[in-house]
């Protein structure tokens, strides 16, 4: 076992993991952030999503070791004071979302394609969400919602802590 200290959705964790343990799993089991998904577990979904360091990654392309000493932010640390984040409220206001399964990963990959370039245009939202994969909407209202976000800048900053 190995022990980590990870802060997660601004709570500092200290547990002891297995070497092998994914963080996405560490995430869910441990911590019980079950709002993270795992849609393949083989990297080629992105419903697992989270912002590692401010940055998006696949949560089960990484090892919980890891995030040792770094910062998580998952789809559970984004609404501040019950009030949905700019890119969630968008996702609700554009229908953004069938099943939802996708949704957790769609927004934390949406909020690091605006991190890294404010104001997409609509080619750009869709390149930089091409990790992700929705099975249900057909990416339409996906792309309405992220552009929604990126016209109010609503979403400067990312992460609202
Ligand atoms: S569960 Fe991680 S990419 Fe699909
Ligand atoms: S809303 Fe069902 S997979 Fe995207």
Redesign the pocket.
């Known amino acids: 076992m190995a022990k980590i200290t990870v802060r997660v959705d601004g709570v500092e964790n200290v547990d002891d993991v297995e070497p092998r343990t994914l963080l996405v799993h560490y995430l869910r089991e441990t911590l019980g952030k079950t709002g993270t998904v795992v849609g393949c577990d083989t990297s080629n979904c992105g419903a697992c999503t989270v912002h590692l360091d401010g940055r998006s990654v696949k949560s089960c392309n990484v090892l919980a070791v890891q995030a040792d000493g770094h910062e998580v932010t998952t789809i559970e640390g984004l609404a501040e004071d019950g009030e949905l984040h700019p890119m969630q409220q968008a996702f609700h206001e554009h229908h953004a979302?069938?099943?939802?399964?996708?949704?957790p990963g769609?927004i934390m990959q949406a909020l690091d394609v605006l991190r890294e370039n404010p104001r997409p245009d609509e080619r750009e939202i869709r390149d930089g969400l091409e990790g992700n994969l929705?099975?249900?909407?057909g990416y339409q209202n996906i792309v309405k919602a992220v552009a929604s976000v990126a016209e109010s800048g609503a979403a400067a900053g990312g992460e609202r802590k």
Do not use: D, E, S
């Open positions: 979302l069938q099943c939802g399964y996708c949704t769609m929705c099975r249900c909407t």
